[in-house]
């Protein structure tokens, strides 16, 4: 055998890795697609009813010591959905559920405390709320006294749902299902059926649900 004989076997052996490179990255990106279109669908159902039911959440939601509320009413549910080419296809760039949690109490917060005011902060930009702040300052010599914050303790949630399509997974993100916080979570794409948004359904409409059951690398963070 010569040496060209031996490129021959080299170039078709690389060949036939990338045709299998190239169906399993078919294979990857259908599943992911698919499990979006899953959840598009619905979501686009489920919106409408859960406007009607406006459940009650059984979280609290804690911005101080002195500012919790519970049974935030979830309302105003929307869904909305992106998509992007790839690979010549077009694909899900990102499915997303909104909604408010709804108490409608106008609040007023004021702190004086550095470590205080950055705590605050955090959670009121996790939170989603619309907030009038200002500096509070001595009235004669205008030396800074801490800041003031105005705000209706409405807040807002979401569910997104990020396609992987290389790798035929899904990204899930949650917004303020449980309290003021992030979850973030990974799944294969065929696990993203109708059985797991059901899941997610009863989170949202505030009974015991499993959405989490075999999670990959699930991170919650509190703000």
Same mark, same amino acid.
């Given at each position: 055998?010569?040496?060209?004989?031996?490129l021959?076997?080299?170039a078709?052996?690389?060949?036939?890795?990338?045709?299998?490179?190239?169906?399993?990255?078919?294979?990857?990106?259908?599943?992911?697609d698919?499990?979006?279109k899953?959840?598009?669908?619905?979501?686009?159902?489920?919106?409408?009813?859960?406007? =009607?039911?406006?459940?009650?959440?059984? %979280? $609290?939601? /804690?911005?101080?010591?002195? !500012?919790?509320?519970d049974?935030? *009413?979830?309302?105003?549910?929307?869904?909305?959905?992106?998509?992007?080419?790839?690979?010549?296809?077009?694909?899900?760039?990102?499915?997303?559920?909104?909604?408010r949690?709804?108490s409608?109490?106008p609040?007023?917060?004021?702190?004086?405390?550095?470590?205080?005011?950055?705590k605050?902060?955090?959670?009121?930009?996790?939170?989603?709320?619309?907030?009038?702040?200002?500096?509070?300052?001595?009235?004669e010599?205008?030396k800074?006294?801490?800041?003031?914050?105005?705000? =209706?303790?409405?807040?807002?949630?979401? %569910? $997104?749902? /990020?396609?992987?399509?290389? !790798?035929?997974?899904?990204?899930? *993100?949650l917004?303020?299902?449980?309290?003021f916080?992030s979850?973030?979570?990974?799944?294969?794409g065929?696990?993203?059926?109708?059985?797991?948004?059901?899941?997610?359904?009863?989170?949202?409409?505030?009974?015991?649900?499993?959405?989490?059951?075999?999670?990959?690398?699930?991170r919650?963070?509190?703000?």
């Open positions: 055998m010569g040496f060209l004989d031996d021959k076997r080299q078709d052996a690389l060949k036939a890795k990338t045709t299998i490179d190239h169906a399993a990255l078919a294979r990857n990106t259908a599943l992911a698919v499990a979006c899953t959840a598009l669908s619905y979501f686009i159902k489920l919106a409408p009813e859960l406007n =009607v039911l406006r459940p009650k959440s059984p %979280a $609290r939601f /804690t911005l101080d010591r002195r !500012n919790a509320f049974a935030l *009413q979830l309302t105003e549910f929307r869904v909305d959905s992106r998509r992007k080419p790839l690979r010549r296809e077009e694909v899900f760039d990102h499915v997303v559920l909104h909604w949690l709804v409608g109490q609040v007023e917060i004021v702190k004086d405390f550095l470590t205080d005011i950055e605050l902060e955090s959670r009121l930009a996790q939170s989603g709320a619309q907030v009038d702040k200002e500096a509070v300052r001595d009235p010599s205008g800074f006294q801490g800041m003031r914050y105005r705000f =209706v303790a409405d807040f807002l949630g979401n %569910a $997104r749902l /990020t396609p992987l399509h290389d !790798n035929g997974r899904v990204l899930i *993100q917004q303020n299902l449980d309290g916080e979850v973030s979570f990974e799944l294969p065929f696990e993203v059926g109708n059985a797991r948004i059901d899941e997610l359904a009863r989170w949202l409409a505030g009974q015991p649900h499993s959405f989490l059951q075999d999670a990959q690398g699930l919650r963070v509190e703000a």
